[in-house]
């Protein structure tokens, strides 16, 4: 079992940045791929990044590519999501989770709100 709690959310202006943590307890969190996800208001969540347990690998949606950077430190069992350029369309709660680089993320966090004005 892993518990996964976001912070660092919270109400940037366009053009800002934030830089979102995720601390996990329980089982080591570099036993697993970590994700980041986000769900706006009416619509579904979708996903925004994933790195691999070791840091050799990461993926982004299109949508965030060039502006998001993924990373963890397996040390302190904990995830990041540096968001630069921040638009009013990243307006989201955002998630992150633990699984398998194949996808399947099987613990998840509560969740962040990041809001970004024009």
């Known amino acids: 079992q892993v518990q996964l709690v976001e912070s660092g959310g919270g109400l940037v202006q366009a053009g800002g940045s934030l830089r979102l943590s995720c601390a996990a307890s329980g089982r080591t969190v570099s036993s697993y791929a970590m994700g980041w996800f986000r769900q706006a208001p009416g619509k579904e969540r979708e996903f925004v990044a994933r790195i691999s347990r070791s840091a050799s690998m990461t993926e982004y949606a299109d949508s965030v590519q060039g502006r998001f950077t993924i990373s963890r430190n397996n040390a302190k069992n904990t995830a990041y999501l540096q968001m630069n350029s921040l638009k009013p369309e990243d307006t989201a709660v955002y998630y992150c989770?633990?699984?398998?680089?194949?996808?399947?993320?099987?613990?998840w966090g509560q969740g962040t709100q990041v809001t970004v004005s024009s």
């Open positions: 989770a633990a699984g398998s680089w194949a996808g399947m993320f099987a613990y």
